[in-house]
């Protein structure tokens, strides 16, 4: 598959979380080992379908977990950070699956940070916002529906970090993150020779 998109954002005065690769923050860069993480959604549903012919309810109720993930992040000797993240509930699959893995080359940050794997396209801040992060359960239906959401392949992405402008302090004036991806989702094999290209430029004076 292949497609181009290029999205370029000016938020002004507003600051964000959007670099979140995976589905947490960023966990990688402790000197500690790796790292647990994971969170659980359980969820309660009642669908109301009425009553059948004969009078009998056609009302539907079941438990179920939202999201329930797992995974394991940290960074080892030197210069590289990991991020796996699996996904046990079975509602988007109907079984579990690998949601997030990705490796990262970090010696040029924050200037420049390489990823290679499965990870969100670089489009839409809604999509590149963290779950623990989200002020609703689910993002909006246009996000899932019609952004590439995550994919295989290559990244990188970086800021300028901090920079004094006019006598002030400004914290990552300008991010940036371009992929190169295969364009199939997060559990699908490219079937050509074609990729999709995606980026995100953020600009926040």
Known sequence: MKKVALFFIVLFGIS???????????????NEGAKIIGYIQPQFDYHFYGKSASGNSLNQSTFKFNRARIGVAGSIPY?????????????????PYLLDA???????GPYAKFSL???????SLELNTPCNALY???????????????????????????????????VNLFKYSLAVTNGTGVIGLDN?????YSGRIVFTP
């Open 16 to 30: 964000f979380r959007i670099y979140a690769q995976g589905c947490l923050e960023p966990m990688g860069g402790s």
């Open 79 to 95: 210069d590289v950070e990991y991020y796996v993240l699996l996904e046990a509930s079975p509602n988007a699959y109907g079984h």
């Open 102 to 108: 990705f490796v990262s080359y970090t010696r040029l």
């Open 117 to 123: 794997g499965s990870f969100k396209s670089p489009i």
């Open 136 to 170: 609703t359960i689910n993002r909006s239906l246009v996000v899932d529906e019609l952004t590439p959401n995550r994919d295989l392949g290559f990244m990188v992405l970086g800021s300028t970090d901090t920079m004094n402008i006019f006598g002030l302090e400004t």
């Open 192 to 196: 050509n020779n074609g990729k999709t």
